[in-house]
């Protein structure tokens, strides 16, 4: 079965700073990889996800991450954050083949402060 | 907007009552996911629906079920409802032969 690790449930930044969020996954085979952000009392909206093309993938926002096959990671990082970044982050997996439902993470709330 | 529409948005109802949370797909999308998310749980996968027929099951209780309708819309069906169940439950849809899955807002379900 696979699995998510989030590491740090709580991510605080300055506005302007670096932003990255961890993800560790757990998957006997190679998995497809999403990172979803979901704002307060909203659905979860898809940032970028990995499908076995490029390692590293940009996404909307300016967000990307990196699939590290050897580190088991799929970090998200955004180089300059803006307050509006502000919001709660999870990182997903999901088998290939016929199981198509994501295994999400714990998440991570990203405060952005002035 | 994901094109994936939830009703109802909020759900208040009592211990041991009944409710019924629909979930209308994009337009084409076959696969219908429900998950729930609550503090102690986080997100969870319930139920994955494919053109009608059941596909997947997660973590979801006897006490819940769903079906997909010929026009392809789902219901989430939560029965003898405990305190425990109160969370938001989120509909997803998938088009065939993609990796996305496109989320709707969720209902916020609180059992008093």
């Known amino acids: 079965a696979q699995s998510v690790t989030q590491l740090g449930s709580h991510v605080s930044v300055s506005e302007g700073a670096l932003v990255l969020l961890r993800c560790n996954y757990s998957?006997?085979?190679?998995?497809?990889l999403f990172w979803y952000v979901q704002y307060p009392n909203q659905g979860l909206q898809l940032l970028l996800k990995?499908?076995?093309?490029?390692?590293l993938v940009k996404g909307i926002n300016g967000f990307e991450a990196e699939f590290k096959k050897s580190e088991t990671s799929f970090h998200l990082t955004k180089p300059s954050a803006h307050m509006s970044d502000a919001a709660e982050y999870f990182c997903?997996?999901?088998?290939?083949?016929?199981?198509?439902?994501?295994?999400f993470g714990s998440g991570t709330q990203l405060t952005v402060l002035p | 907007d994901s094109g994936v529409t939830q009703t109802p948005k909020h759900l208040i109802t009592a211990t041991g009552q009944r409710v019924t949370l629909r979930c209308s797909p994009r337009?084409?999308?076959?696969?219908v996911y429900w998950y729930q998310q609550s503090l102690d749980q986080g997100l969870q996968f319930l139920i994955q629906?494919?053109?009608?027929?059941?596909?997947a099951k997660g973590n979801i209780l006897e006490r819940f079920s769903a079906q997909q309708f010929p026009d392809l819309h789902s219901e989430l069906n939560l029965s003898s409802l405990e305190l425990g169940d109160s969370a938001l439950y989120f509909c997803?849809?998938?088009?065939?032969?993609?990796?996305?899955?496109?989320f709707g807002q969720g209902t916020r379900l609180t059992v008093v």
């Open positions: 997803a849809s998938s088009p065939t032969g993609t990796t996305e899955a496109f």
């Open positions: 998957s006997s085979v190679p998995p497809y």
């Open positions: 990995y499908t076995s093309a490029a390692t």
């Open positions: 997903a997996v999901r088998l290939k083949g016929t199981a198509r439902q994501l295994t």
């Open positions: 337009s084409g999308d076959l696969s």
């Open positions: 629906y494919y053109n009608g027929e059941e596909r």
